[in-house]
């Protein structure tokens, strides 16, 4: 079974009866599992998350996006959050068997579906046509109030639907990336500069791992200090090789590892590849998980 | 979502169209999913493995039981497996959020379900209804040729059904037990004695963790020794703690683990456990892996 993961953003995050509208919209597509709806009232933005089939994903995309267009004015829009469009960014993530490429084909095919209803769209990360488009903070500069005289640069011309400013839906960003992992280590020091030194050294921008971003945090309740992670691709990038290299790069300085953290959701590969590192057993696969059978 | 697994051993290993007919009835319940089928025609023997909800499980086992029952006849089976009956051996096994309570009410309702059918049948392992029917190998002693006698006599009293010899169904066993997980681990050398040490020290019969089971293999191709095991209950002793156990031993020996092998099917919550404790990350659950998501 090949599973395809949406968390798209909406700009409305105080009209609960829309909201939950919109989840009802998601949850009928048969096959598609919603496993979070969370509204921010100060964004004024919902985030929905939900998995499934890549079609069914589509398909339920297609619903959100329907109901979202039809009853969200961006016109009158006020929120903390940048944001550009009523269906304000809408990534896809791969979860299973699910190439990139594949993911691609659904993005743009979701893209064009926007475009055919007049709506402008960008599409980024590894949706991007271009290098210049594949930074959504690029994208967004400027906001929803930016777009009447963006949308009229060829520079920004979009890369589906028409280049003209559609007043109450804004533009949408449709965009595929890998999951993201949330990784924290906890070191067992109370001296905050041990982390940021091995922040800096794991970290892309200071030359470490091409998929890490980090920053030290000081936990000061807890008496330690934390090298917090986002590791953006755990195949390229695994987990446990990130754990390993804090680990010795802690150890230098005479400091311990002393718990860990994983936030949130996980593919299930990225834990079979930990198990195959510490237990040696390079042939271990995900089809070995008994559970993994009632996926197929 | 609960599940649980049931892996049924019947008598006849070699009549293509029984094994197919068998097979249909098990996927022709809801929720099943029927994961392997394997015949041996010398030991005429079939052996199916299938998952689904416990209620689920539990029909599609009686399914199997009705269709074995009207077509095998016992007594003129051969072959060179111990066995004792046309359904031989049921072992029902929780793979998720199943308690070994829970399992032993399935069983328990199969084997009254069995003894209505006039079926003698003994409970085995965590279903035993007392410690001398713990194990299988004791309830098979004689096997098939042996219960004429054997059913006679107050010590062995069925669980179920009547205490009077049926010819054509034989004796079922009963049992649950927990998922057995295959771990063989490959050292860095030629010199048996090494295994073999580890192998007694680290089994429960000669001292070691309570749920292993141990012996030494040598890997002449590969040059390489294995310490081959058996676990028994993943959950009281966890894979990791084996495998750090084992590396331990070996370096006393100035021996290198080289490679490990898990063999076949394993329960999710053990690989979490594996990252639990590699990772450090202490809080981990099941439920953080997206693909759980699917399973509830």
Chains 1, 2 share one sequence.
Not at 59 to 70: M, S, Y
Not at 160 to 181: M, Q
Not at 253 to 276: D, F, I, N, Q, T
Request: proline share 5%; aromatic share 6%.
């Amino acid at each position: 079974m090949k599973i395809l993961m949406c968390v798209p953003n909406i700009s409305e995050g105080k009209d609960k009866k829309l909201v939950a509208g919109a989840a009802d919209a998601i949850r009928a597509v048969e096959g598609i599992k919603l496993l979070e709806v969370s509204s921010d009232r100060d964004h004024n933005r919902s985030v929905f998350s939900y998995l499934g089939e890549p079609e069914k994903v589509l398909a339920a995309t297609k619903k959100l996006a329907d109901l979202v267009l039809k009853e969200i004015d961006m016109s009158g829009h006020r929120g903390d959050h940048p944001r550009m469009g009523a269906l304000d960014v809408v990534p896809f993530i791969p979860v299973r068997q699910v190439s990139n490429d594949e993911a691609i084909e659904i993005a743009r095919s979701f893209g064009s579906y926007l475009g055919a209803k007049g709506v402008p769209v960008y599409y980024y990360e590894d949706a991007a046509a271009s290098p210049q488009r594949k930074n959504l903070a690029d994208i967004r500069k400027g906001q929803y109030e930016a777009l009447p005289v963006k949308l009229k640069d060829p520079a920004w011309a979009p890369d589906e639907g028409p280049a003209s400013f559609n007043a109450t839906a804004g533009v949408t960003a449709v965009g595929v990336r890998f999951p993201l992992i949330a990784f924290n280590i906890n070191l067992d020091t109370t001296d905050l500069s041990v982390a940021d030194r091995i922040a800096r050294g794991i970290r892309h921008l200071g030359g470490g791992y091409r998929h890490v971003r980090a920053i030290a945090v000081n936990l000061e309740d807890k008496g330690m200090v934390q090298v917090s992670m986002n590791l953006t691709n755990y195949s390229k990038t695994p987990i446990h090789r990130v754990m390993e290299t804090v680990r010795s790069e802690a150890a230098c300085y005479g400091v311990s590892v002393a718990s860990a953290e994983v936030v949130g959701p996980v593919p299930l590969e990225s834990l079979v590849a930990v198990a195959r590192f510490y237990l040696q057993a390079h042939d271990f696969t995900v089809d070995q998980i008994i559970e993994a059978n009632l996926l197929k």
